[in-house]
């Protein structure tokens, strides 16, 4: 079921790398005021893939050091263990409050580890139509404040688009989509493929700025190898970590949905740069994805510090809750 994931070859062209500028020389720059809190909505098709287990330990460890608040977690997938499993993994972050939104609609997958967690941890929440649930969160909230990250199928997205298009374009300040690959596809991505008819409404039609992280971006990217070690033998992560790469140090896949779950809350932070201005990205019928001229409010990243980003990545997923000496900052 894996391979599913690599249909599509890493496309990154070495001359499309932009330096990050180093500044060594600068004087040192007065101390930062800590940045307010992302808003964040969590889109998911949690339960099959390691990356996303691993997306929400990240949000879950920097929501611990005050840098995100999770507002809810979104399965865009039909996978009937998803709800209790995406609030098992909550509850044990010490959030049991976090709202779980459900889709309708949605695609129906195979579960690897989501009933795994819904038997095994404690959950107590009760979860609400995935629209519904955006429509009154982002109603809450200030106008322009709020961060999507969808790590999966576009499903509730394209339908919350079509139910009310203008509380997004309003509420939402940006959007982050892992999926497809840049600046051009040449097999079908994963998450573009779940629900091709919402991908290609969503990528044409969705009514904030959108920054794009591809697949060639995960690719060089392999993170979860210590979970086994930092966290406690009764963490949710470590338990589909062990169950999916039996503890050891051979998530050798890659990473895709953490890359962007980082940029969501950190930025470019010195591991992006951002391309693809004056352009926009496509989506043909056959689920290939391209870029191509026109637009103003598109982007996708461009990996320049895969090392760094790894360790920072990593540095967080290995953080169980409630760790002394918690970094304030995972770089
Ligand atoms: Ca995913």
């Known amino acids: 079921m894996r391979l599913a994931r690599f249909v599509l070859a890493p496309l990154l062209a070495a001359g499309m790398v932009l330096a990050a500028g180093a500044a060594s020389a600068s004087p040192p720059a007065p101390p930062a005021q800590a940045p307010p809190p992302v808003r964040l909505i ?174 060639e971006i995960g690719a060089r990217v392999f993170v979860g190898n210590r979970v086994c070690a930092t966290h406690p033998a009764g963490s949710p992560v470590r338990a589909v970590f062990d169950l999916l790469y039996g503890c050891g140090n051979a998530q050798t896949d890659g990473t895709w949905d953490p890359t962007a779950m980082y940029y969501a809350i950190y930025g470019r932070d010195h591991v992006y740069a951002l391309a693809g201005a004056g352009g926009h990205n496509t989506v043909t019928p056959d689920g290939l994805n391209a870029w191509v001229p026109g637009g103003h409010h598109q982007r996708y990243l461009v990996l320049t510090d895969a090392a760094r980003l790894t360790h920072a990545i990593d540095t967080l997923v290995d953080t169980p809750p409630g760790a002394t000496n918690r970094p304030t900052t995972p770089g």
């Open 42 to 215: 969590v889109d998911s098709d949690f339960g099959q893939w390691w990356d996303d287990m691993a997306a929400l330990a990240l949000v879950h460890a920097a929501a611990d050091t005050g840098r995100v608040r999770i507002l809810a977690i979104m399965s865009d997938v039909d996978n009937p263990w998803n709800a209790a499993g995406l609030d098992a993994v909550n509850t044990w972050y010490g959030r049991p409050d976090i709202p779980i939104g459900v889709p309708a609609g949605a695609t129906s997958v195979e579960e690897n580890y989501s009933r795994l967690l819904a038997q095994r941890y404690p959950h107590a929440g009760h979860p609400s139509d995935a629209v519904g649930l955006y429509r009154r969160l982002l109603r809450a909230q200030p106008d322009h404040s709020v961060t999507i990250v969808s790590i999966g199928a576009l499903t509730n997205l394209a339908q919350l688009a079509r139910t009310d298009a203008a509380l997004v374009a309003r509420k939402v300040a940006r959007t982050v989509i892992m999926g497809g690959a840049y600046p051009r596809a040449t097999e079908p991505e994963w998450n573009f493929g779940l629900d091709l008819a919402a991908t290609r409404q969503v990528v044409a039609d969705w009514p904030t700025r959108t920054v794009y992280d591809g697949f």
